[in-house]
């Protein structure tokens, strides 16, 4: 059965640092999401990653995949008070009807 | 373009009653999930539905039910109620011919006193 782990599950650093979360899976994956949930609020899509080497940016925020390692990494770049979220990966399996799992999410807190 | 609409948004209900929540995906989506994500924590598969039949089940109990439509829309229905279901129900819309993004509605927050 597919396991998605995600560390650290609490983050709290310093605006401007640059931190990386990490996301790791059990079994044999195509697809890989990053979202940003912001409290009471629904998800949002960052990214989707289908390829072993993927990696994709987005303003201060990159995500990679690696699926011989069976990982994925979000990094933060020079980390600004507005990216202070819940980030969660989710893993989708090789067949087509394969549920997508969650990580239980990892709560950034960007101090000023 | 609508996006992943959910309603409603909140709604209180008793131990014991009966819910159905509703949802309707992005225009040109036909596969819909539903997830429940209690506080704190990533949000748990429910099931989904493509072609108006559940493809796929979490681990979830019977009373945990749904439908989906010949427009996409869908419905989950939760039975018996438990203080347990407390929870933000979130509706998942996606298609294989569309992308490989899903697109989450806004939810609906069910508090079960």
């Known amino acids: 059965e597919l396991k998605v782990e995600q560390n650290p599950l609490f983050l709290s650093m310093q605006e401007g640092k640059n931190y990386t979360i990490y996301c790791n899976y059990s079994?044999?994956?195509?697809?890989l999401y990053w979202y940003r949930q912001d409290p009471g609020k629904s998800l949002e899509s960052l990214f989707v990653?289908?390829?072993?080497?993927a990696v994709k940016q987005e303003g201060r925020l990159m995500a990679s995949l690696d699926t011989k390692a069976r990982l994925s990494t979000l990094h933060i770049t020079a980390a600004v008070h507005d990216l202070s979220a819940t980030y969660f990966c989710?893993?989708?399996?090789?067949?087509?009807?394969?549920?997508?799992?969650f990580g239980k999410g990892t709560r950034l807190h960007i101090l000023p | 373009d609508a996006g992943v609409t959910q309603s409603p948004t909140h709604l209180i209900k008793t131990r014991g009653q009966q819910v159905t929540l509703r949802c309707s995906p992005k225009?040109?989506?036909?596969?819909v999930s539903w997830y429940q994500q209690a506080l704190g924590q990533g949000p748990q598969f429910i099931f989904q539905?493509?072609?108006?039949?559940?493809?796929q089940r979490g681990n979830f109990p019977d009373r945990f039910s749904g439908h989906q439509f010949p427009n996409y829309s869908s419905e989950l229905n939760v039975n018996a109620l438990l203080l347990g279901d407390s929870a933000l129900y979130l509706c998942?819309?996606?298609?294989?011919?569309?992308?490989?993004?899903?697109?989450f509605g806004e939810g609906s927050w069910l508090t079960v006193v």
């Open positions: 079994t044999t994956s195509d697809r």
């Open positions: 990653l289908l390829s072993n080497g």
């Open positions: 998942a819309s996606s298609s294989e011919g569309a992308g490989n993004t899903i697109y």
């Open positions: 225009s040109g989506h036909d596969t």
């Open positions: 539905y493509y072609e108006e039949e559940e493809r």
């Open positions: 989710a893993v989708k399996g090789m067949n087509r009807d394969d549920k997508i799992i």
